[in-house]
């Protein structure tokens, strides 16, 4: 069988689309679909149901593409590790949320560069960019925030994370002890936030969580890095939720105060998700195991 036929396979089934798939493969979208039909034609079966967006693996398609995958990534560390040995270093393309992978991530990889290592990161906003990109081989390992389903990619949990509630001091002098806790939709109403986006998605995660009700309020100030929310919360623009990592060092030293205190803090549950199969490999199983037991102390 046609290596190139697989690989075109193996790409389209972790694409979802024949389009997406040419595009990373670099080939035009006629020549996926040839290919495509060209492996149906030899195993005698359909390996894709094509849809209006896209298509879903047949049942044969998906036992096809878990037993090739790790085969075809394994042919392509072969390659890889023939290229880096002239350089002697081993290359990790890492994908995650900006703020966590410079923060925790980054910093936890850092003592395998002695091991000879290097690292290349994707900072990438959504859960879903991320895995995409993963299934689609720009990854080795990524961090996400949303388990993936299916089987050609494995998660494996990190840690969770706490959101705080929090303002800058002048902020918390006005609203006063317990405000918040006996009308937080009313005084959100009320007062600035500062958010990553207009949907609110760390203000509503934590609102429902500890208020059982939805924010009503539009965010004052948008930033799409919480580095940015936490800065502008502390120089006084309004109220912002911060996972504890990134806000500690500001409640420690005052330019934050916690608003809230609840009995059960809002959590939120890191993965590290390679494609199935790779972590055989030694350099990203050694990048996986170091991330795990950094992770014992976050």
């Known amino acids: 069988m046609d290596l190139a036929l697989l690989r075109t396979f193996v790409t389209v089934h ?14 035009s979208q006629p020549a996926v ?9 030899q195993l005698g079966r359909p390996l894709f149901l094509r849809q209006a967006r896209g298509v879903t693996p ?30 002697g270093v081993r290359t990790l393309h890492l994908a995650g949320p900006p703020e966590f992978t410079s923060v925790r991530a980054l910093p936890a990889l850092t003592g395998l560069i002695s091991q000879g ?27 996400t925030t949303a388990r993936p389903r299916g ?13 705080v509630l929090v303002a800058s001091p002048r902020w ?38 500890v208020f059982d009700s939805k924010p009503a309020a539009a965010a004052t100030v948008i930033a799409p890095d919480l580095r940015a929310v936490l800065e502008s919360a502390a120089s006084g623009a309004g ?7 990134l806000c500690e060092q500001d409640l420690e030293r005052g330019r934050l105060v ?23 490999l030694p350099h990203i199983a050694r990048a996986h195991e170091s991330l795990l037991r950094a992770a014992v102390d976050w």
């Open 58 to 87: 047949t049942t044969i398609g998906d036992e096809l593409a878990h037993r090739a995958a790790p085969h075809l990534d394994a042919l392509v560390e072969i390659v890889e590790t023939g290229l880096d040995e002239q350089a």
């Open 151 to 163: 089987g050609l990619l494995t998660a494996t949990p990190l840690c969770d994370e706490e959101h």
């Open 239 to 245: 109220l912002a939720v911060l996972p504890r990592y």
């Open 117 to 143: 290592l290097a690292l290349r990161t994707t900072l990438v906003g959504t859960a879903e960019e991320t895995l995409e990109g993963l299934a689609a081989g720009h990854h080795d390992l990524a961090i």
């Open 258 to 280: 916690a608003l809230l205190d609840p009995p059960v803090p809002p959590l939120r549950t890191y993965f590290l998700v390679v494609r199935t199969g790779t972590l055989a």
């Open 172 to 209: 918390a002098a006005r609203l006063g002890p317990g405000v918040l806790l006996r009308k937080g939709a009313v005084v959100l109403e009320q007062l600035p936030v500062v958010e990553v986006h207009e949907s609110l998605p760390f203000v509503a995660r934590y609102w429902t969580a």
């Open 33 to 41: 679909t040839s290919q495509i039909r060209t492996l149906e034609r």
């Open 14 to 27: 972790r694409a979802g689309s024949f389009t997406r798939a040419a595009a990373l493969l670099g080939l």
